[in-house]
C-alpha cells in the first residue's frame, strides 16, 4: 500500500524558514518524481515544485523560486522541502504528491497535507 | 504558462440527476503524436486530498465508478458525473500536465446536492 506522510508544518514569522518532510513508504520511491502542491485556506489547488527520480532535476513555480529548495533522500524513501523567506501568502496546506512516473505531472497519490501558517 | 479556467465555480444537482463539469485550458494539451490529451480530473471531499480520477481526459483510474467520465480534446473538457449520489459531493479540478513544469489546475468547482 503507498504512503506518504508529510511533517514540519507549524507557524513560522515573515522571512523565516521551515523544512517540510515527506515519508514514504509502498513504492520504489526512487523510480518515481515528487512533487509539492499547496492549498491556501479556502482556495485551490497550486503546483509548487519537482524534483524527478533520480533528484537531478528539479522544477519550480515562478512563485516560490529563489525561495523553496526540493530535494529528496532515496536511501530514506522522503521527500523534502526547504522554505526559506517565508511569506503571508505561502499560508496553506501542503500536499506531497507522488507522480504516476518520472516526472509526468500526473498525481496517483496524497498525502494528507501538513500545515503551514506564517504569520507575525 | 497554460491556465485552466472551469466553469461553473459551483453547482447543486438533485441526487440521481447529472452534473456537468466544463474546463478550458488556455493552449491545446493535446499531444499529436501520441493523440493524447494530457488532462486530468481530481475530486476533494471536505478535509481530504485530492484524489485521482481521470487521467488523459477519458481514462478512469481503478476503482473510480462508472458514473463518472471524461471528453474532451484540445482545449475544451467535460467531466460528467451521470447520476449523482450523496458521496459525489466535493470540490472537482481539472489540471493540465503537458510538457514540463509548471503543471497547472482549474480553480476548482463545487458540486453540491440541491
Known amino acids: 500500500e503507498v504512503q506518504l506522510l508529510e511533517s514540519g508544518g507549524g507557524l513560522a514569522q515573515p522571512g523565516g524558514s521551515l523544512r517540510l518532510s515527506c515519508a514514504t513508504s509502498?513504492?520504489?520511491?526512487?523510480?518515481?518524481?515528487m512533487s509539492w502542491v499547496r492549498q491556501a485556506p479556502g482556495k485551490g489547488l497550486e503546483w509548487v515544485s519537482a524534483?524527478?527520480?533520480?533528484?537531478?532535476?528539479?522544477y519550480y513555480a515562478v512563485s516560490v523560486r529563489g525561495r523553496f529548495t526540493i530535494s529528496r533522500d532515496n536511501s530514506k524513501n522522503t521527500l523534502y522541502l526547504q522554505m526559506n523567506n517565508l511569506r503571508a501568502d505561502d499560508t496553506a496546506v501542503y500536499y506531497c504528491?507522488?507522480?504516476?512516473?518520472?516526472?509526468?505531472?500526473?498525481?496517483?497519490?496524497w498525502g494528507q497535507g501538513t500545515l503551514v501558517t506564517v504569520s507575525s | 504558462d497554460i491556465v485552466m479556467t472551469q466553469s461553473p465555480d459551483s453547482l447543486a444537482v438533485s441526487l440521481g440527476e447529472r452534473a456537468t463539469i466544463n474546463c478550458k485550458s488556455s493552449q491545446t494539451v493535446l499531444n499529436r503524436s501520441n493523440n493524447k490529451n494530457y488532462l486530468a480530473w481530481y475530486q476533494q471531499k471536505p478535509g481530504q486530498p485530492p484524489k485521482l480520477l481521470i487521467s488523459w481526459a477519458s481514462t478512469r483510474q481503478s476503482g473510480v465508478p462508472d458514473r463518472f467520465s471524461g471528453s474532451g480534446s484540445g482545449t475544451d473538457f467535460t467531466l460528467t458525473i451521470s447520476s449523482l449520489q450523496a458521496e459525489d459531493v466535493a470540490v472537482y479540478y481539472c489540471?493540465?500536465?503537458?510538457?514540463?513544469?509548471?503543471?497547472?489546475f482549474g480553480q476548482g468547482t463545487k458540486v453540491e446536492i440541491k
Open positions: 504528491a507522488k507522480d504516476t512516473e518520472n516526472e509526468r505531472g500526473l498525481f496517483d497519490y
Open positions: 489540471q493540465q500536465y503537458y510538457s514540463i513544469p509548471p503543471w497547472t
Open positions: 524534483i524527478r527520480g533520480s533528484g537531478d532535476s528539479t
Open positions: 509502498g513504492f520504489t520511491f526512487s523510480s518515481y518524481a
